[in-house]
């Protein structure tokens, strides 16, 4: 069983996703000296006031932009593929570590209507919502094999509904819950309600 260390943050990460991160915690700074030095992952854990959660999505330190004067980072991190933590380790080093176990679909079939009906929606919504630079999408341009996870990225879903998301084991099964996720804010995105959703998009980079 795999052992790696763990960075629980308010954020989920998906694979093939990039995200910028500001390392400021000492323990944080180690871990990710080590992993850039070793070229090792890590697992990042939506952490939230109730709970971590097991299922995350094993990192790496793709560049780091600026090492401040008090060792502070500002780094870039992509996600690789998804993970389930089976056993915590603690005091193995200054920050968590754990044991981990893969977590990939059951179901890896993707129904072609499904995705270009998701698509469609997405677009119209991009299309809608300039103020949002939410960039249209074309099925040649989709570069993961489970396409769900960018479409995603800038979806509107609630931190919740993106953790959802990642546990779910079927690419099918997630592209329907995006798509109706989509069909609720079509009608609503030249509202008040539309915009506040929309405005859950955060930090992930373009893909």
Sequence with gaps: ???IGIFPLGIVLFPGSSYPLFIFEDRYKILIKECWD?????????MTPKKMYDVGCTTFVSDIMDVKENGNLEII??????FKISNILDGEQPYLMAEIEHY???DTSIDPDLLE???NLYNE???????FKIKPMEIKNISSPQPSFQIALKSGLSLEERQTLL????????LEYIFHHLTIILPLIERVEGLEILSRNDGYLSL
């Excluded at 070793?38 to 939506?46: M, R, V």
């Excluded at 991190?77 to 998804?82: A, E």
């Excluded at 919504?125 to 103020?131: V, Y």
């Excluded at 546990?167 to 997630?174: A, G, H």
């Design 125 to 131: 919504i991009a299309n809608k919502a300039r103020n």
């Design 167 to 174: 546990e779910m084991q079927s690419e099918n099964e997630r």
């Design 77 to 82: 991190v992509s996600g690789k593929q998804r």
């Design 1 to 3: 069983m795999k052992k």
């Design 104 to 106: 990939e679909d059951i």
């Design 38 to 46: 070793n070229q090792q992952s890590f697992g990042i854990n939506l």
């Design 117 to 119: 009906k998701t698509l």
